[in-house]
């Protein structure tokens, strides 16, 4: 069999994941694949194992089986290359409370790329924080400091976004404005996992739910 | 990388472990305690008292032949942290779990035992210009944060490598403490060069006791470690169909 | 945008721990202080004689130091475990050790570099003669970097932990004793009219080693305590 890894295999693949926890399997055999311009919403009870799916996927979790492939590529073999790819935003934000909104960004952005502050001026006021880039993040509040943190959507140029509970403390503008950034991200090509219950508003959205009986 | 080490993955199954040392385990027993006896014996009995230091040199049989063998744990718990992490074989981990506490009870067993007969011949039980003493009571904190690290996380599978790692960086440091605690103390005696004359102090009487007793440490050692082992192989695979079988034919 | 280079991660990491550590200031100061009444405690607790304190001083100034390296080292890397910072540490595509290297570096500036410019005032209070001054503040110098990245292991190895103050002294004292005593022989050899150089030069190795070493082993810790 011949496969070109760059065209005939999807830019994200998942092969017979499973996933134990100190006894009690999470999930089992689970496989999936996400191609550019998909969005995967994973949904799944609590403790189904949706964030530990995110951080196996995002190789921040080393305690599973089965084979994960970037454009076909195992993820062991290219995983530097896959995280210059990847925007995680756990349900830790990376959000530093003694910093501002710019020192925060300034720096997450810039571990991996040539970000200026204008850029990251001009991203926070399309997230509505303008008026608070100077302030300490300890004095914002928990959904503008989930703005924060999603600003790093429009500042990063990363194809896969792992969002893990992107809306859970954002306002009805903060969800129809990530629903906008995921459509413009997906309608750009990029692929997105997203772990919410939120009922998404994008059209051609790919759902994975865990916890279901096989 | 799976054709390569296919064989360490054999050797490192939990049951092939069990199964090859349960065949191993009788002739272990017997062996060490042939050997022990022998040792104890020979030193209790047969050795000459040293004309300076009497009796309490029979101490030293044991005792030298103990502070060897604590020495080994390190390495071995260093070259069981390399298998877990390299090649996340379960069975190196439940080795170097177990061979922690036991190095503990070692270096303690040779520290009282060396204060014991410092007791006589130095007259002074604790001698802070004895390298050896010194870096062994280093060790066996080291061992302790080892044991420590474990007890604190509660993942096993994280804390099974991060002692691991803790070991690795622990077997170099042993070194590094040992030599700069050498250094630190010059005065101290060096070891003694074994003797082939016939009744001298270090004489053939006295270090073909300590080598008997050195192997039945050994043989000791590598006894309590498996018997742990395999203690641990059935709690971590109580669910696995083979040690149900074992538990049942056993009742 | 255009991808950025090691070098560039390196001083953003190093920027922005320096701007936490001047804007918490207080979490800083506090091991400093603890060390700075660590050591006057000495000549209450043994003698306050000068011919006394004299022969302990080296050694109660690096005891002092290790203590208070074990209290600030502690908060490490624990906001950044908190707050998800860590993640995005662990996610970029720049080389974790050098990441690492970078906060091992500014944790220095902020909390090792004070102890070493205080330490000729604490040797005076001390009556060490003026002859151990230069050995001194030169084995510190090669020796609290040493503590700190050999400690950061520790650190690292424990990171997931709620309260892992008293693990991270059992862990990472041991482990630093090698420095504490070529830093006190050092110390006493130039007392002695010897010359320390010796013993500098094996402290200046174990800089070198740790160097190269210890922020490996750190980024190893760091992906380990974090993959749970």
């Not at chain 1, 399997?25 to 311009?37: A, E, M, P, Y």
């Not at chain 2, 605690?181 to 101290?188: G, K, P, S």
Request: glycine share 8%.
């Amino acid at each position: 069999m011949i496969e070109n890894p760059q065209h005939s295999s999807p830019l994200f693949e998942v092969r017979e994941l499973s996933c134990e926890r100190e006894g009690h399997v999470l999930f089992r055999k689970l496989g999936f694949s996400l191609d550019r311009g998909e969005i995967l919403q994973v949904r799944g009870s609590n403790g189904a194992g949706k964030t530990s799916l995110l951080r196996i996927v995002c190789g921040l979790d080393g305690s599973h089986q089965g084979e994960l492939r970037w454009q076909g590529v195992p993820l062991a073999s290219c995983i530097d290359d896959f995280h210059s790819e990847l925007l995680y935003i756990g349900h830790r934000l990376g959000v530093n409370q003694a910093l501002t909104p710019l020192e925060n960004l300034r720096w997450s952005c810039r571990l991996h790329d040539r970000v200026g502050d204008g850029e990251i001026r001009d991203a926070l006021a399309e997230l509505g924080l303008a008026s608070h880039e100077n302030l300490p993040c300890r004095s914002l509040s928990a959904g503008q400091q989930q703005r924060v943190s999603l600003a790093r959507l429009l500042l990063r140029d990363a194809p896969l976004w792992a969002l893990d509970e992107p809306f859970a403390s954002l306002d009805a503008a903060g969800i129809a404005l990530l629903e906008k950034l995921l459509l413009r991200h997906s309608r750009s090509g990029g692929a997105a996992m997203v772990t919410t219950h939120h009922v998404l508003g994008i059209p051609c959205l790919r759902v994975l739910t865990l916890g279901l009986p096989q | 990388m799976a054709g390569r080490w296919q064989w360490l993955h054999r050797l490192g199954s939990p049951r092939w472990f069990y199964a090859t040392t349960t065949r191993w385990l009788p002739w272990l027993a017997g062996a060490m305690a042939l050997l022990l006896a022998v040792g104890t014996v020979w030193a209790l009995l047969y050795l000459p008292p040293d004309y300076q230091q009497g009796d309490t040199s029979r101490i030293l049989v044991v005792h030298v032949a103990v502070a060897g063998a604590s020495l080994s744990f390190f390495p071995l718990m260093a070259v069981a942290g390399t298998v877990t992490l390299v090649w996340r074989i379960k069975l190196a981990d439940m080795v170097a779990k177990n061979a922690a506490p036991l190095g503990a009870w070692f270096s303690f067993l040779t520290l009282a035992t060396g204060s014991i007969w410092g007791s006589v011949s130095w007259g002074t039980w604790w001698e802070w210009t004895d390298s050896r003493l010194v870096s062994m009571l280093f060790q066996f904190f080291l061992l302790l944060g080892v044991i420590s690290l474990r007890a604190a996380l509660d993942n096993s599978a994280t804390a099974a490598r991060a002692c691991a790692l803790l070991s690795i960086v622990g077997c170099i440091n042993v070194v590094v403490i040992k030599y700069s605690v050498q250094w630190w103390n010059t005065l101290h005696q060096p070891p003694s060069p074994i003797s082939m004359q016939v009744g001298s102090p270090n004489g053939p009487e006295f270090w073909v006791a300590t080598a008997i007793m050195a192997v039945a440490v050994y043989l000791f050692l590598a006894l309590s470690l498996i018997l742990a082992t395999r203690n641990e192989i059935l709690e971590r695979e109580s669910k696995a169909q083979w040690v149900r079988e074992l538990a049942l034919g056993a009742t | 945008m255009s991808r950025v280079s090691a070098a560039a991660a390196f001083c953003a990491t190093l920027k922005r721990d320096l701007l936490i550590s001047i804007k918490r200031r207080n979490e800083v100061l506090n091991p400093f202080m603890f060390f700075l009444i660590v050591v006057s405690l000495f000549p209450l607790g043994i003698s306050p004689e000068g011919a006394m304190l004299r022969q302990i001083a080296a050694g109660v100034i690096w005891i002092a130091v290790l203590l208070a390296s074990m209290l600030s080292m502690d908060s490490l890397y624990r906001s950044d475990y908190e707050d998800g910072s860590l993640e995005q540490l662990l996610l970029s595509s720049q080389p974790l050790y050098l990441l690492v290297f970078a906060k091992n570096i500014a944790h220095w500036l902020v909390s090792g570099l004070p102890v070493i410019v205080v330490s000729p005032l604490l040797a005076y209070m001390l009556s060490l003669p003026a002859a151990g001054y230069p050995a001194l503040v030169l084995s510190l110098l090669l020796g609290v970097p040493v503590v700190g990245m050999v400690g950061s292991i520790a650190v690292a190895l424990t990171v997931g932990l709620g309260s892992r103050g008293l693990i991270l002294a059992v862990i990472a004292v041991p482990m630093s004793v090698p420095v504490l005593i070529f830093g006190t022989l050092a110390v006493q050899n130039s007392l002695a009219g010897a010359s320390p150089v010796g013993y500098l030069a094996l402290l200046g190795a174990m800089l070198a080693a740790a160097a190269s070493l210890a922020p490996v082993a750190t980024a190893a810790a760091l992906r380990i305590a974090l993959h749970g």
